[in-house]
């Protein structure tokens, strides 16, 4: 056992006691985090205007402060830009600004305080740590290379302050036993083309024991299906009568496709983080047996809300980071909708999240949905953009209704789907959908795949199935898809690549053929 894996294996145990503590005290310990940002904060701009100074509760706050969005935000942070040391909305200065991916409109600089940063920081390793503590032989991962997408963390400036992505920002903060851990480092991160950039990752994992793979999760996954299909010839070339020719050439199958578990032996985790990861699950176990795929979930404003801790798939709410409420998705919509405690939140039942946070976004709505999976600990899954929402015959189709039709389909079909799209369209005046997508194989029945897909969205959906059984909406189609709309989307946006579960964009279809 190297020392570095022993140093990491001590902290994580030593660790889990302040971890367990978090996640069994979340409601105690999300209020006490609010009283220490109003407390904080009582002499800003933003403080001031909201009389943060007269706030003593939970309630109070509700009170004082209206629910915000991404459109409410801009005129603060227009200020923030023109005097970030002239506590706007928080009592520290800016310390960075973080380029979000634009998911809800134009993407926007997220002002970052130092105490923001350690807060996302501390979250990440919770999550690191809970995944070694959670089986014998997880810290295996320290012996190796943890390969990790990260973008550039400084691409312009605001008035003298950094503006970067939030992976390589990240990086660059982290402690350093992780920063050793972490590669390939600045060198590649900084790399804006995105061709480039996926051949030195292909490089890396080829000539190294890569134990993990983590970043958004779609770039993951696009990277995978690029060694997978197109890099073996290259790499056999590329390494060509050096020590690392044997290995690529013993990975490759007859027809040059590349066995990924044969290439990397140790590859134990894929660090999951920016999209619902279930509908990916079998084919990923499937392609590299034994694979733990292991889930961050965070947010550019607020930094990290919670980690997987568990084998069990879910992700446990950290509220020592950030003070949580919740909309009931029935009233999110509603003009004003009630924003109820952490407390008072029911299992199984869905939410839009609001986060207030140490970067100075109070009460704030990002667009996301979740259902909670269990209440001791809080527990979510099926996150998913509240915004993305198709409604073409009153059956108001959501990104959660897709992903978990697609993992219930692909369970009943034993079909193992790599990259899919669902298109809503019409057709002489008849609404239906089009499910676009990438098997791996064809060995799967279209017929019996859609049969299964809208039998789950019925289930959980009872408008589909009210349009679809009454006509109103017509039966769902498979295309197939020829090249992978993930990897398009890749291509266009390096940094942080988002899929694209549910669209009414039309131009989708044009990657396809008929199943």
């Given at each position: 056992?190297?020392?570095?894996?022993?140093?990491?294996?001590?902290?994580?145990?030593?660790?889990?006691?302040?971890?367990?503590?978090?996640?069994?005290?979340?409601?105690?310990?999300?209020?006490?985090?609010?009283k220490?940002?109003?407390?904080?904060?009582?002499?800003?701009?933003?403080?001031?205007?909201?009389?943060?100074?007269?706030?003593?509760?939970?309630?109070?706050?509700?009170?004082?402060?209206?629910?915000?969005?991404?459109?409410?935000?801009?005129?603060?942070?227009?200020?923030?830009?023109?005097?970030?040391?002239?506590?706007?909305?928080?009592?520290?200065?800016?310390?960075?600004?973080?380029?979000?991916?634009?998911?809800?409109?134009?993407?926007?600089?997220?002002?970052?305080?130092?105490?923001?940063?350690?807060?996302?920081?501390?979250?990440?390793?919770?999550?690191?740590?809970?995944?070694?503590?959670?089986?014998?032989?997880?810290?295996?991962?320290?012996?190796?290379?943890?390969?990790?997408?990260?973008?550039?963390?400084?691409?312009?400036?605001?008035?003298?302050?950094?503006?970067?992505?939030?992976?390589?920002?990240?990086g660059?903060?982290?402690?350093?036993?992780?920063?050793?851990?972490?590669?390939?480092?600045?060198?590649?991160?900084?790399?804006?083309?995105?061709?480039?950039?996926m051949?030195?990752?292909?490089?890396?994992?080829?000539?190294?024991?890569?134990?993990?793979?983590?970043?958004?999760?779609?770039?993951?996954?696009?990277?995978?299906?690029?060694?997978?299909?197109?890099?073996?010839?290259?790499?056999?070339?590329?390494?060509?009568?050096?020590?690392?020719?044997?290995?690529?050439?013993?990975?490759?199958?007859?027809?040059?496709?590349?066995?990924?578990?044969?290439?990397c032996?140790?590859?134990?985790?894929?660090?999951?983080?920016?999209?619902?990861?279930?509908?990916?699950?079998?084919?990923?176990?499937?392609?590299?047996?034994?694979?733990?795929?292991?889930?961050?979930?965070?947010?550019?404003?607020?930094?990290?809300?919670?980690?997987?801790?568990?084998?069990?798939?879910?992700?446990?709410?950290?509220?020592?980071?950030?003070?949580?409420?919740?909309?009931?998705?029935?009233?999110?919509?509603?003009?004003?909708?009630?924003?109820?405690?952490?407390?008072?939140?029911?299992?199984?039942?869905?939410?839009?999240?609001?986060?207030?946070?140490?970067?100075?976004?109070?009460?704030y709505?990002?667009?996301?949905?979740?259902?909670f999976?269990?209440?001791?600990?809080?527990s979510?899954?099926?996150?998913?953009?509240k915004?993305?929402?198709?409604?073409?015959?009153?059956?108001?189709?959501?990104?959660?209704?897709?992903?978990?039709?697609?993992?219930?389909?692909?369970?009943?079909?034993?079909?193992?789907?790599?990259?899919?799209?669902?298109?809503g369209?019409?057709?002489?005046?008849?609404?239906?959908?089009?499910?676009?997508?990438?098997?791996?194989?064809?060995?799967?029945d279209?017929?019996?795949?859609?049969?299964?897909?809208?039998?789950?969205?019925?289930?959980?959906?009872?408008?589909?199935?009210?349009?679809?059984?009454?006509?109103?909406?017509?039966?769902?189609?498979?295309?197939?898809?020829?090249r992978?709309?993930?990897?398009?989307?890749?291509?266009?946006?390096?940094?942080?690549?988002?899929?694209?579960?549910?669209?009414?964009d039309?131009?989708?279809?044009?990657?396809?053929?008929?199943?």
């Amino acid at each position: 056992m190297s020392v570095m894996r022993r140093l990491v294996r001590t902290m994580a145990k030593r660790k889990a006691r302040e971890i367990h503590h978090v996640l069994e005290n979340s409601v105690e310990l999300t209020e006490s985090k609010l009283k220490s940002i109003v407390e904080k904060n009582q002499d800003t701009v933003f403080g001031r205007k909201h009389r943060f100074g007269r706030i003593r509760s939970p309630e109070e706050y509700a009170e004082s402060v209206p629910l915000c969005d991404s459109v409410d935000m801009t005129k603060w942070l227009s200020l923030v830009y023109e005097n970030p040391t002239g506590r706007i909305l928080t009592e520290e200065s800016v310390e960075w600004y973080l380029m979000s991916s634009g998911t809800t409109g134009k993407p926007k600089k997220i002002p970052v305080t130092k105490t923001g940063m350690t807060d996302t920081k501390t979250g990440s390793m919770y999550g690191w740590l809970a995944f070694l503590n959670a089986e014998p032989g997880n810290d295996s991962i320290i012996d190796g290379t943890m390969v990790t997408f990260g973008a550039p963390s400084r691409i312009s400036e605001v008035k003298g302050i950094p503006v970067g992505y939030a992976s390589g920002v990240y990086g660059e903060k982290q402690n350093k036993v992780f920063q050793r851990l972490i590669k390939p480092g600045p060198d590649v991160f900084n790399i804006t083309d995105n061709e480039a950039k996926m051949w030195e990752y292909a490089k890396l994992i080829a000539t190294s024991k890569t134990t993990v793979i983590q970043g958004i999760t779609t770039l993951s996954l696009a990277l995978i299906r690029r060694l997978q299909n197109e890099y073996g010839p290259e790499l056999v070339r590329e390494y060509n009568g050096t020590k690392h020719e044997d290995r690529i050439r013993n990975a490759m199958n007859d027809d040059q496709t590349l066995n990924l578990r044969r290439l990397c032996p140790d590859l134990k985790m894929l660090g999951s983080s920016g999209i619902d990861v279930g509908p990916y699950r079998t084919w990923l176990q499937e392609q590299v047996p034994g694979l733990k795929i292991w889930e961050f979930y965070g947010l550019s404003e607020a930094g990290i809300i919670g980690t997987q801790n568990y084998i069990e798939p879910g992700i446990q709410l950290l509220g020592s980071l950030n003070y949580l409420e919740f909309i009931r998705q029935r009233d999110s919509e509603k003009e004003h909708p009630e924003a109820i405690p952490l407390s008072d939140v029911k299992k199984n039942e869905r939410y839009e999240i609001v986060v207030t946070s140490e970067n100075g976004w109070y009460r704030y709505r990002p667009g996301d949905l979740v259902t909670f999976v269990e209440v001791s600990p809080f527990s979510v899954r099926q996150i998913a953009r509240k915004g993305r929402v198709v409604n073409m015959a009153g059956e108001k189709m959501a990104e959660a209704h897709v992903a978990a039709a697609i993992k219930a389909a692909s369970a009943k079909t034993n079909a193992q789907v790599m990259d899919y799209t669902v298109v809503g369209s019409i057709e002489h005046g008849l609404p239906f959908y089009t499910l676009a997508a990438m098997f791996s194989g064809n060995d799967v029945d279209p017929l019996e795949f859609v049969a299964a897909f809208e039998d789950n969205i019925k289930y959980s959906n009872m408008e589909f199935k009210i349009v679809r059984e009454s006509g109103a909406l017509g039966p769902t189609r498979l295309l197939r898809m020829r090249r992978s709309l993930a990897e398009e989307v890749v291509r266009e946006s390096h940094a942080q690549a988002k899929p694209v579960p549910l669209t009414t964009d039309t131009s989708v279809l044009a990657l396809c053929e008929e199943a």
